[in-house]
């Protein structure tokens, strides 16, 4: 069992940046691929940006490529996600997430976090 809690939303201008931050609890942690999702209000929860349990490798979302960045502290049991260049289209609830294997699909993901608000205004 992984539980999973997002935290460093916020409301932001276009250009800003913000660092989202998910602590998890559960000793299977440093063994799991973390992702981070966003959904916006009337659309699908889509991918954003995942890692490899051992930080090795990342996919990324072809909208945040080159702005947003993943990483990974398993010695804390953190996932963060650096989110550079802020548009009004990155706004969404961003939801941390963990599964058994590296990959952007939702199946994959089996632990989700409550979701933290992003906001990025124009």
């Known amino acids: 069992q992984v539980e999973l809690v997002e935290s460093g939303g916020g409301l932001v201008q276009a250009g800003d940046s913000l660092r989202l931050s998910c602590a998890a609890s559960?000793?299977?942690?440093?063994?799991?691929?973390m992702g981070w999702f966003r959904q916006a209000p009337g659309k699908e929860r889509e991918f954003v940006a995942a890692?490899?349990?051992?930080?090795?490798?990342?996919l990324y979302a072809d909208s945040v490529k080159g702005r947003f960045t993943i990483a990974r502290d398993n010695a804390k049991n953190t996932v963060h996600l650096q989110m550079n260049s802020l548009k009004p289209m990155d706004t969404a609830v961003y939801y941390c997430?963990?599964?058994?294997?590296?990959?952007?699909?939702?199946?994959?993901?089996?632990?989700w976090g409550q979701g933290t608000q992003v906001t990025v205004s124009s």
């Open positions: 997430a963990a599964a058994p294997v590296l990959g952007s699909s939702r199946s994959l993901y089996d632990y």
């Open positions: 890692i490899s349990w051992s930080g090795k490798n990342t």
């Open positions: 559960g000793r299977t942690f440093s063994r799991m691929t």
